[in-house]
């Protein structure tokens, strides 16, 4: 078992900024990959970033590009991912999520384990 706690969610104003984390513990294998995704109410999951065991290869969905940057910690076993200009239409719950395959990818379904999601909201 993965346990997967974010933290860093919060309320902005639009065009502020926030750094979400992504702590795992557990059994976490020695080469993962990890995302985030969000939801908002009324829609679906969807991804918004992803980032491969080395941190070479990153991956974000053209909504967040140029203002998220998706990056990890491996000592500490922890992702970060710092929203830049955020934007009402960014508000939703954001989660992490850790896959046991090393490279990026931004099927939900790849991926093993789920954090509890963290709210961020921004308002106009």
């Known amino acids: 078992q993965v346990q997967l706690v974010e933290s860093g969610g919060g309320l902005v104003q639009a065009g502020g900024s926030l750094r979400l984390s992504c702590a795992a513990s557990?059994?976490?294998?020695?080469?993962?990959?990890m995302g985030w995704f969000r939801q908002a109410p009324g829609k679906e999951r969807e991804f918004v970033s992803g980032?491969?065991?080395?941190?070479?290869?990153?991956d974000y969905a053209d909504s967040v590009k140029g203002r998220f940057t998706i990056s990890r910690d491996n000592a500490k076993n922890t992702v970060y991912l710092q929203m830049n200009s955020l934007k009402p239409e960014d508000t939703a719950v954001y989660y992490c999520a850790y896959s046991s395959r090393w490279y990026v990818d931004r099927d939900s379904a790849t991926y093993d384990y789920w954090g509890q999601g963290t709210q961020v909201t921004v308002s106009s």
């Open positions: 557990g059994r976490t294998g020695s080469i993962y990959g």
């Open positions: 980032i491969n065991w080395r941190g070479g290869n990153t």
